[in-house]
Structures are given as structure tokens and as C-alpha cells.
């Protein structure tokens, strides 16, 4: 029975380790590497807290290695989707129940582990799986996703803590239920972070959720299931289901209890599933919420007062971290043709200097894109580049998939600013630059706005004040995340809340308090110490 209002552990963000030369944890994390790489792994639904092997299986196979194998994972059936709703449904009154601090020792416990125990295993199984070098996968799966649960838990305290006014007499309260039905979490290859916070964010607030990882991430993914089994959450309330999209959409978007979407993939998914949810309207209980981060076309500008090597920093880490497989890449460049010159040196002795190859070897940069599929959308882009008149192919420029799936960072200058990869999300190691008249700045800011269709991150660079203040006006709704003189990449939980409007999302920040208002249904309570026993008003004597 709780008798006293409990304070969580203050969050603090995760401390990301070196792996240098010489260190414990790079050694400790290359012997983790090479003993998971030695064996084959089995992963089964997890529907109920029941480890089901059914379906068809699927192997895994690292991007940069794709002789190479993890081992398998089963593939849901449609009877399998509906066995998750039912076991989330029968979940469901325990944990909506349960006291708010026994929900919040789950996730401060899971974060520890993550920091802790799990940690060598959650970055080996994000670098074999997701082809991410030891850098990315520490800020991702272990910084990032330790940060979500760590800071969540917090959020959770500030929104039960805000509380009406009482009149005298009268007891004013309000109850955060969670929604009602079960929540839909559907998560991305590129970020495990993501894929852990999108259904455990609804689960702190006393919901139970049906989990779809995306299929080229269920080996990290899975680590991150056990550890949410070994924090102590109870069985159902996250439902681990790997199986194709549509057949869990037709499912889940015809179910009377379906409550609500958190989502994070590519806009037209996203626009499709909305447009069914619509449609589908009034076969559901109440009106479910739908919480969706989308694509980006994410830019860089450059004034002419800015820094030329500072901008060419930003746009080596910014377009090419993670193969470019980031929802915040900077995947459009205009430099002011006073600067280029410097920049473009800039980027050649970067890109020059990077080395490409597997995550095993932690001196290489750059690593794999994720799979075949995304192997040839990316290289068609670059061989039309190479055949059309309005770009030129200025650095890189070469792929391979022959061993896995690897392509070269890539610059491409644009002489048209509406060229096609200025406007369309590309995903992977592609950055196309535009050289705009040293005058012409405030016309290539309407330029930028204009041109896509996406508002999740941005960069200006500039010296003058007052040059940083007219952009940060001009483009007020071009990017959810606008960065001042840094790249547009590497929001921090508790920090910068991350999300874009327009195509690219519903903007409901992850990392801060806002992303868990989605999830509750509140109650307003009053009550009457002592009720009137008369109807009459004064003003009626």
C-alpha cells in the first residue's frame, strides 16, 4: 500500500564511452562481438510472455557481411496478430492498476541493465544487425535508449503532479488513465532507440501494446525484449511480433479496441495508415491517437559570414554518420559561392580520409547500408546522377553489394536547386549541394522552404546575429529540430525533443514530456464534502 509521494531518481543523461585504443570496453566489446558472431541465434514471438516458435522463419544476415549468418526469427501469421491483441486486452486491467511507481522501477531497472550488464550485448547485436560502427550504436542503443526510460520516468512524475485548483469545500482532482484499447507500435530499422521508446513509452503510462519491429532490426531488437523481461514487466503488456505490415494492419486498423499508433517509418506508410484509420472510424471504441515521425529532406545554409571548415565538419558528420540512414541526415546543402571553394576542400579531404568496411574493425567510419532493397533505391539515384546533365558527381560516386551492401559517400553538386535528390528522401550516404550568389540569401531561404515537403531538422550558419535571427524567422516551419552553427543531427533525450511537422510527422517530441501526453485519457474529478440540500439559489429570495 503506498503511503507516501514517491521521487524518482533525478534523469541524467547516459555517459558515452570512448572505445578507444586500450580501453576495457572496447576489448570487453570485441570478445562479445566475436562469441555472438560464433553462434546462431533463434527469436519467437513473444505473445503473452509465451515463446512461440510458429509461422515462417526468416534468416538474419549482417549488411556488411551477408555470407554471414545470425541465425533465424519466426514471422507472425495473422492468427498470431490477433493472439497479441487478446493477450494485450487481457493484460491490460493488471497494469493499468498497477501503482505508478511499480511501473516506473521497471523502466528505471531496464535502464540500468542497459547501462550495465546488457550493455556489450546491445551494441554487438546493433552493430551485426543494423551495420552501425561502435560510436552510433553506443549513442543509439545504449545512450539514447537508457536516456528514454530514464527521463520517461520523470515526465510521468511532472504530468501526475500537475493538478486543478479547490474551491472551498470541493476536492478537484485529475486521473491520467491510459488510453483505452490496446496501441499499435510500429518501429524502424534505423534507430533501436526508437524501437525501444515507441512501445515502452505507452507502457509507462498504463497501456499495453502489440510491437512490430521493422525486419532488419529484430536481432537488436529482441535484446531489448529481454530486457524488458528481466526488468519485471509483466506478461502482455508488450507483445513482441515480428510480421509483415500489412497483414498486422488489417488486423489492428479493423479492431474495435484499437486505441492508438506510434509509429516512426517512411511518410507514405504513415499517410496510408492514417487514411485507413479514417476510414475505419467508427468501428472504434473512441477516437485512437495517432503519433507518427516521418521522412526528411533535411538541410544545411550556410551564410556567407559563417565558418567554411565548420560548415564542412557539419556536413561530413551530418550527411554520412550512419551511412546517412538517419531521419535528421543533412541530405541538402546551399553554400554561398564565396565559401564553396573552401568547402568543397573541405569534404574531399574528409571523405578522403574515411574508411569503409565492416563494424568489426573499429577504425572504419563508415559501414553497410541496411539491406538489398535500400542498396539499389540509393545506388539508382547516384547512376542517374551520373547520367543527368542538371548534377554533377563530385566525390565518391561508387557501390558494391557483392560482399554486402556498401556505398561510397557520395556529394553531388545540383546546378538545378529543384533537381530530384534536393527534393527527395534518399536515406543513405547522398548529399546534394546547391552554390547560391553571395547576394541572393534571403531568395535561396524561400527557395529552401519551398522545396521539400518534409520539416524535421535544420542548419544555419552564420556569424551575424542578425543573419541567425532572419533565418531562424524565415524558416520557422521548415524544421521541427533547428540547429544554430552545428549539424542537424544528434538530438539528445531531455535536451532537444525530437520530431518535424509537415511530411514528416506529427511533431509530438520523443525525449520530452509531450510524446507521453499522447498517451494517457484524462480524468477531471470533483467532490462535494458536504452536497446543498436545497435547489434554491440566493438570488432567488
Given amino acids: 500500500m503506498s503511503n507516501a509521494f514517491y521521487q524518482v531518481p533525478k534523469a541524467v543523461n547516459e555517459p558515452v564511452l570512448s572505445y578507444a585504443p586500450g580501453s576495457p570496453e572496447r576489448a570487453s566489446l570485441q570478445a562479445t562481438i566475436a562469441e555472438m558472431k560464433a553462434q546462431q541465434v533463434e527469436i519467437p514471438l513473444t505473445i503473452g510472455g509465451k515463446k512461440i ?9 549482417p549488411p556488411h557481411e551477408i555470407k554471414h549468418t545470425l541465425g533465424h526469427y519466426w514471422k507472425a ?34 535502464a540500468d541493465l542497459i547501462s550495465g550488464p546488457y550493455r556489450d550485448k546491445l551494441n554487438a547485436s546493433a552493430m551485426l544487425c543494423q551495420s552501425k560502427n561502435v560510436f552510433q550504436a553506443e549513442i543509439d542503443i545504449v545512450a539514447e ?28 482532482r485529475l486521473e491520467y488513465r491510459p488510453l483505452e484499447g490496446f496501441i499499435f507500435a510500429l518501429t524502424p530499422f534505423n534507430f533501436a532507440s526508437i524501437a525501444g521508446n515507441l512501445p515502452s513509452a505507452p507502457a509507462l503510462m498504463g497501456n499495453t501494446v502489440v510491437w512490430k519491429p521493422a525486419g532488419t532490426q529484430v536481432y537488436s531488437a529482441a535484446v531489448i525484449m529481454e530486457i524488458f523481461e528481466e526488468a519485471g514487466l509483466p506478461d502482455g503488456v508488450i507483445n513482441f511480433l515480428p510480421v509483415s505490415g500489412p497483414t498486422a494492419g488489417d488486423i489492428i486498423f479493423s479492431h474495435p479496441d484499437f486505441g492508438g499508433l506510434h509509429f516512426t517509418g517512411s511518410t507514405g506508410v504513415f499517410q496510408h495508415m492514417w487514411k485507413t484509420i479514417g476510414q475505419n472510424i467508427s468501428k472504434y471504441k473512441s477516437y485512437p491517437r495517432i503519433v507518427g515521425e516521418t521522412g526528411g529532406k533535411d538541410f544545411v545554409i550556410a551564410h556567407p559570414s559563417a565558418n567554411a571548415q565548420q560548415v564542412s565538419t557539419a556536413l561530413s558528420r551530418g550527411a554520412f554518420e550512419y551511412q546517412g540512414q538517419k531521419c535528421s541526415a543533412a541530405s541538402r546543402a546551399y553554400i554561398p559561392k564565396s565559401m564553396w571553394k573552401e568547402v568543397h576542400e573541405g569534404l574531399k579531404k574528409d571523405l578522403g580520409s574515411f574508411k569503409m568496411g565492416i563494424p568489426d574493425d573499429f577504425s572504419n567510419f563508415i559501414n553497410a547500408v541496411i539491406d538489398e532493397k535500400a542498396f539499389d533505391s540509393i545506388s539508382g539515384y547516384i547512376a542517374n546522377a551520373k547520367k543527368d546533365d542538371d548534377v554533377e558527381v563530385i566525390i565518391g560516386g561508387n557501390y558494391d553489394k557483392s560482399e554486402g551492401y556498401f556505398i561510397e559517400p557520395t556529394v553531388l553538386l545540383a546546378k538545378n536547386p529543384q533537381y530530384i535528390t534536393m527534393c527527395e528522401e534518399i536515406f543513405g550516404p547522398v548529399l546534394t549541394i546547391y552554390v547560391y550568389e553571395d547576394e541572393q540569401y534571403e531568395e535561396t531561404l524561400e527557395l529552401l522552404d519551398k522545396t521539400s515537403p518534409y520539416a524535421l531538422t535544420g542548419a544555419v550558419f552564420a556569424k551575424d546575429r542578425s543573419i541567425l535571427n532572419l533565418t531562424f524567422d524565415k524558416l520557422r516551419h521548415a524544421a521541427g529540430n533547428f540547429y544554430l552553427n552545428d549539424k542537424p543531427t544528434g538530438a539528445v533525450v531531455g535536451q532537444q525533443p525530437f520530431g518535424g511537422a509537415r511530411a514528416s510527422g506529427t511533431n509530438d517530441k520523443a525525449g520530452s514530456v509531450l510524446n507521453l501526453y499522447r498517451w494517457v485519457s484524462p480524468r477531471t474529478i470533483k467532490e462535494n464534502f458536504v452536497p446543498p440540500k436545497d435547489y434554491r439559489y440566493p438570488f432567488l429570495g
Fill in 145 to 172: 535508449l537508457a536516456d528514454f526510460f530514464r527521463f520517461n520516468v520523470q515526465y510521468m512524475t511532472e504530468i501526475y503532479s500537475q493538478q486543478p485548483e479547490s474551491s472551498p469545500g470541493i476536492w478537484n
Fill in 77 to 110: 501469421k495473422a492468427e498470431h496478430v490477433h493472439q497479441a491483441i487478446d493477450a494485450a486486452m487481457a493484460a491490460k486491467p493488471a497494469w493499468e492498476n498497477m501503482a505508478w511507481q511499480d511501473r516506473a522501477a521497471i523502466f528505471l531497472k531496464a
Fill in 53 to 61: 516458435k510458429e509461422g515462417s522463419k526468416v534468416s538474419m544476415h
